[in-house]
């Protein structure tokens, strides 16, 4: 549906201050995946257009990094300011383009200004060191310095987020940098460079470049002398391809890539916490997001209350385009992703798993999938194995804690695990046991910005957010002096 916030929105190239047309004139279709209509066209850069980009973000490299990190920082605050004034403007974009619930944008929105507040605070903390050698012959001086261009490229489930984690400890650390935003949701991303703009932040320090040609303007990109990081964000698939395409100048990668997050209840939780929890954990940003849990296991006394409560409660979630005030739930992205959601489901009812709720696509214009609860889930079914991406929520058995910590680890990914259970003592242990980069404790979310956000195994390389977010857009120089 056309709203008044997309028609306000720049539809060009952000490119050295200037927007400016593809070198070609081409263009990018925008939908709203809640009917399916097009509702805008933007500017879809070229391979020159991007080279064009890495040479602004270049230029503009030296005088930024030179300036007062306080200034800096002052800048990022500004920017944090804007957002929030223009909170439900953005809300607007994220809810049409991506189609999430509007409370759920307005969050996103919140979240992803937070990032420029916290690395606000953090571009005065670039610490060192001095220090005196073990010999006592000479001093040691470690220096941090910025990294130099950065390359950004983001998905579409968090569109204000995932460019703002990356964006704000760039900017504080010194470094320039060139957005390319995923096709399905350029729009918000190039809100944000006009917000940027407004905020300060000189020509060229920020380009925004969205593309519908993402892999041969990134690899050309990558290619280029002046990029020296490159920060993803997406399925470990394409990271993959993005790391091999790195690895030829060795650049510097930073990657947050998919999940298959375990959701563990022991028989001793409390039950209404845990489905409380899982609610969060599945729903959030339409179960769309790299942190949902994908995989719940229940220890066997539990589970059957456990699934009918969590059954109950998804019956109850209002399913509609992510503009009306009562939607709890929006659509899925594209017709893709339900296609791929329907067959996970169809494979795990082929394999003995009961439907307690939702299971099939919904009629009509755009992407719906219900709330979906599936119980008594094949160990092998795919649903357990692979990224759902959606409403989906498939409930196994386990006995115990080995068996627990065993079952949790049992993917090649690493991002999030949620462990619910009275006993903290039990919880930590199995925190400590278990192979990802955060461990929700009786909650559903642990998305924070002053907390070190990534995976361990195939779901990522470095951390965002935190004081770890400001170290990926650092190089440590190491001086030997005498005096
Ligand atoms: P995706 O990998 O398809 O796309 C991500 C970005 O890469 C988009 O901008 C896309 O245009 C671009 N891209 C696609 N193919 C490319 C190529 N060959 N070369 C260069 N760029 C390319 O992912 P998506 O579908 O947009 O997002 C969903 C995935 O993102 C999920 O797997 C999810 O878990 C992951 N994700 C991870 C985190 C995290 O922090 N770990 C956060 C959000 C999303």
Redesign the pocket.
């Known amino acids: 549906m056309l709203i008044d916030e997309v028609r306000d929105v720049p539809k060009d190239l952000f490119i050295a201050g200037e927007w400016v047309a593809a070198s070609d004139g081409a263009r990018l279709e925008v939908e709203d995946p809640s009917d399916g209509q097009v509702i805008a066209s933007v500017a879809s850069a070229t391979v020159q257009d991007a080279i064009a980009a890495v040479e602004a973000a270049s230029r503009a490299g030296a005088a930024w990094a030179a300036k007062p990190p306080r200034e800096r920082g002052e800048v990022l605050r500004r920017a944090f300011d804007l957002m929030m004034t223009r909170q439900e403007y953005l809300a607007s974009l994220i809810v049409t383009e991506n189609g999430k619930a509007r409370d759920e944008a307005r969050g996103e929105v919140a979240y992803a200004a937070e990032f420029l507040r916290w690395f606000s605070e953090e571009a005065v903390r670039a610490e060192g060191s001095l220090s005196i050698a073990p010999s006592g012959a000479y001093r040691m001086l470690v220096l941090r310095q910025p990294v130099g261009v950065a390359l950004f ?6 569109p204000a987020a ?1 460019a703002t ?1 990356k964006i704000g400890p760039a900017l504080a650390a010194g470094c320039t940098v060139v957005l ?5 949701t350029p729009l918000t991303a190039l809100a944000l460079a006009a917000i940027f703009q407004e905020a300060g932040v000189p020509d060229g320090v920020v380009n925004v470049i969205p ?1 519908r040609s ?6 050309a990109m990558l290619r280029d002398v002046r990029v020296r990081k490159l920060s ?8 993959r ?2 790391l091999a ?1 790195a690895a030829e100048r060795v650049v510097k990668c930073s ?5 298959n997050a375990p959701f563990i209840v022991f028989a001793d939780a409390d039950l209404d916490a845990a489905v409380d929890a899982a609610l969060m954990a599945k729903l959030r940003s339409g179960g ?5 849990a994908n995989r719940f296991y229940v220890e066997t006394p539990l589970a059957q209350e456990f699934a009918e409560r969590l059954a109950a409660k998804m019956r109850q979630i209002v399913v509609g385009p992510g503009r009306d005030a009562r939607t709890q739930l929006g659509p899925l ?1 594209n017709q893709r ?1 339900r296609a791929k959601i329907d067959g996970l489901v169809r494979d795990a009812v082929a394999g003995g798993a009961r439907v307690l709720c939702g299971g099939v696509p919904m009629d009509g214009p755009g992407y719906f999938f219900p709330p979906t609860v599936l119980s008594s889930v094949a160990r092998e079914a795919r649903v357990l194995r692979e ?1 759902i ?1 959606g409403p989906v929520a498939p409930i196994a058995t386990f006995d115990g804690m080995d068996e627990a910590v065993a079952l949790a680890n049992d993917t090649e990914f690493g ?1 999030v695990s949620f462990v619910n259970t009275r006993d903290l003592g039990k919880a930590l242990a199995v925190a400590e046991r278990i192979e990802s980069g955060m461990v929700g404790i009786n909650r559903g979310v642990v998305s924070d910005p002053a907390a070190p ?3 361990w195994k195939q ?2 390389l470095g951390r ?1 957010g935190a004081h770890d977010g400001l170290l990926e857009y650092l190089e440590t120089k190491y001086i030997a002096a005498s005096w």
């Open positions: 490229v983001t998905p579409w489930n968090f995932m984690r390319k935003p995923a096709s399905e593309s993402s892999a041969r303007v990134v690899e993803f964000t997406g399925s470990t698939e394409v990271g391809t993005l395409q990657m947050e890539l998919g999940g769309e997001s790299c942190t949902a992205i992703t990224e991406f991002l956000f990534g995976g779901s990522g965002e």
